[in-house]
């Protein structure tokens, strides 16, 4: 089997586990992982790359006015030609339904400055404890990682991942990026030390 008939095996795989998890369990595990997310974030705000939770995905929502609040600067991902571009959502009512029913920033809202990124949240199908990520399989999320690797090293990746989510290894080709760490509801994983487990 070729890398990218596993990745869409692998990705398969993983669909089947969110649409077997419960509404209820889905809604424990992400209060778990926004409580995680919020313990890892440095003191001082600045800006944060988020995303708004497709059905599937953990809801992180309940961070969005809790952030705002405490100072951040929240750019949210708006489909805008072939691609996206991150824009700033000065609050939570600010966003608008966007191309795929997602809510997003308008097109006239501050876009962002790779160069002041201090963390993103990264949604994936699956992450693995050396924090490979496996997407939808569009690519628009590893060019945009590259893009800030290149322009701004120092800032923070987090993946996001339910538990079902979360895989042993995932098949990666030479366009793939990895994130920085994997934050679950168990705990956060540092790829740096995998063998160690969730913290």
């Known amino acids: ?34 409580k995680r997310v919020m313990q890892e974030l440095p003191p001082e705000p ?3 790359c988020v995303f708004y939770p497709m059905g599937s995905e953990a809801d992180i929502r309940e961070l969005f006015p809790v ?12 489909f805008e030609g072939a691609g996206f571009a991150f824009r700033r959502a000065p609050s939570v009512a600010s966003l608008v339904p966007g191309r795929y029913g997602l809510m997003e920033p308008m097109q006239d809202e501050e876009k962002l400055g790779i160069a002041d990124v201090t963390v993103a949240l990264l949604p994936g199908m699956g992450f693995a404890p050396d924090g490979s990520r496996i997407g939808r399989g569009n690519g628009g999320y590893d060019r945009w990682l590259k ?23 995932i098949p990666t080709e030479a366009h793939d990026e990895r994130v920085d760490l994997v ?6 994983i540092d790829p740096r030390a995998p063998e160690m487990g969730p913290r």
């Open 1 to 34: 089997m070729d890398l990218r008939s596993e990745k869409e095996t692998l990705r398969a795989s993983i669909k089947e586990r969110l649409k077997r998890m419960s509404p209820a369990d889905r809604e424990r595990e992400s209060r778990s992982l926004c």
């Open 46 to 48: 600045g800006v944060l």
């Open 67 to 78: 952030l705002l609040e405490r100072g951040w600067k929240l750019f949210f991902p708006r």
């Open 147 to 169: 893009d800030l690797r290149a322009r701004n090293p120092g800032a923070m990746v987090w993946g996001i991942a339910l538990d079902c989510q979360m895989v042993t290894q």
């Open 183 to 188: 934050i679950t509801p168990r705990g956060v």
